[in-house]
């Protein structure tokens, strides 16, 4: 029992410290599991939609505790807990001295969807909004709540990306997060019937009225009206049905040169991993139309031999059905030797396990290479100038390399994909703030052929 608890001591202070060492750098982190993107839930889960449901997901910091997650109408919003775990410092007088300190990024954002949707942050309670920090001494907690846009119906898997690579400032991220988000049941209105044509009402032969009789004379009382003669029924009309469509039209041009363009766009509820459908635009005038259902929030991959894909969001949770939008969609042409950085990948922090938050990006670059069968490109991954230069080299090499690997799961052939980390040795800053360097860490790829 002592050995097994001096080993559980000595453990215990090895994720204590973790917290101080620099972050290496690399790209946006996130978590390593992978999880369904969309409407499914434990069968347990009995918990009300509107209500506090208990914490979950996977802190990247271990001092950080998820309480709860709650929707409202209008926010995402999570209650967290942070607790210093640090072991106490003094300085040269003996006086205790901060252990760290804590911020919270307002660049920070929720991503659901294998990152085709983004919820992005609205307000903090109880920490201060980066610049401003709060210090933290050894066994300090700091409860606070975060706000964010509304998770679309349907999504319940998300993460929270916040991650400053800086000494003694603790990331926020947290992966896996989950919260019972069910999805409105979607009814189709079918098209009216015409109303069917009244029965004709028999016609009663006339009645003979007869004539007026002379006081005194037989007959002379007048007969009673017939009330046994049906009435004419007024039809009323039928309600005109109440329409649940959205007409969504546009122009698929080329990003230079404005000549229209013929694309595919696949398009998909943003709580569902299947494509419902996909429409082409015409070749002559680069025109496509769809019609979705009102009410609900899609995402879609446009794509075309020889462009680059583009995908976006359509938002129709707050429009009428009848209504008519345009999206126009503008694709930018491919050309041996271009360089394209591929801008939302998430990893797992200090690690190369790739995230579903990345997925979306890389369908997209899926999707040309599919387009394009002679396409062949050149994976290179880069990170921050700080660090350790090995480390980086080698972090920057097997990143590249799973995100290699998800593209020849989908079905694109090794040969056409090469790899190469370059670490820190091709920063696009070497000075500026912390902030302003993170676009040295990117995964980006350069067209070989097509």
């Not at 990170?383 to 995100?403: E, M």
Request: hydrophobic share 30%; with cysteine; aromatic share 8%.
């Amino acid at each position: 029992m002592p050995q097994r608890y001096l080993i559980f001591l000595f453990l215990a202070g090895l994720c204590s410290s973790c917290m101080f060492g620099t972050y290496p750098s690399g790209y946006p982190s996130g978590g390593g599991q992978q999880y369904p993107s969309g409407g499914q839930q434990s069968p347990d889960d009995t918990y009300p939609n509107s209500g506090n449901q208990p914490g979950n997901g996977r802190p990247a910091d271990p001092g950080v505790t998820v309480n709860s997650i709650r929707l409202t109408q209008d926010y995402t919003i999570l209650n967290l807990t942070y607790t210093e775990r640090g072991k106490p410092r003094y300085d040269q007088n003996g006086r205790l001295i901060p252990t760290g300190y804590i911020e919270f990024d307002p660049a920070g954002q929720l991503v659901a969807a294998n990152g085709a949707r983004k919820f992005g942050f609205l307000k903090i309670e109880g920490l201060p909004l980066k610049p401003q920090r709060l210090r933290t001494y050894s066994g300090d907690q700091v409860t606070f709540t975060i706000y964010f846009e509304r998770l679309d119906k349907g999504l319940e898997n998300f993460d929270l990306f916040e991650c400053n690579d800086y000494d003694l400032i603790v990331c926020w991220n947290i992966y896996n997060l989950h919260v019972r988000n069910p999805a409105d049941v979607v009814v189709y209105t079918p098209p009216a019937t015409p109303a069917p044509a009244p029965t004709p009402v028999p016609k009663l032969p006339k009645k003979q009225t007869p004539l007026p009789q002379p006081s005194g004379e037989s007959g002379g009382e007048m007969e009673t009206p017939r009330t046994d003669v049906p009435k004419k029924e007024t039809l009323k009309p039928a309600p005109a049905p109440v329409p649940t469509l959205v007409s969504v039209s546009g122009i698929v041009s080329d990003a230079k040169s404005k000549r229209p363009v013929t694309a595919t766009i696949d398009y998909q509820l943003s709580s569902s991993k299947q494509a419902i459908d996909s429409v082409q635009s015409f070749a002559s005038t680069g025109a496509y139309r769809m019609s979705l259902n009102k009410g609900q929030v899609y995402t879609y991959i446009a794509s075309a031999r020889g462009y680059q894909s583009a995908s976006g969001v359509l938002d129709l949770s707050k429009v009428a059905g009848g209504q008519k939008l345009t999206r126009d969609i503008a694709l930018t042409p491919l050309a041996v030797g271009d360089k394209v950085t591929l801008k939302n990948i998430y990893f797992e922090m200090s690690k190369s396990n790739l995230l579903s938050a990345s997925f979306a990006e890389l369908n997209k670059l899926v999707s040309m290479m599919q387009d394009n069968p002679n396409m062949s490109i050149r994976l290179e991954g880069h990170t921050d100038i700080i660090g350790d230069h090995d480390k980086n080299l080698q972090l920057s090499r097997d990143r590249v390399i799973a995100c290699q690997r998800y593209l020849v799961q989908q079905g694109i052939d090794i040969d056409r994909i090469q790899t190469i980390g370059y670490g820190d040795t091709r920063p696009i800053l070497t000075k500026g703030t912390d902030e302003e360097r993170k676009v040295n860490r990117r995964v980006e790829f350069v067209i070989l052929a097509i």
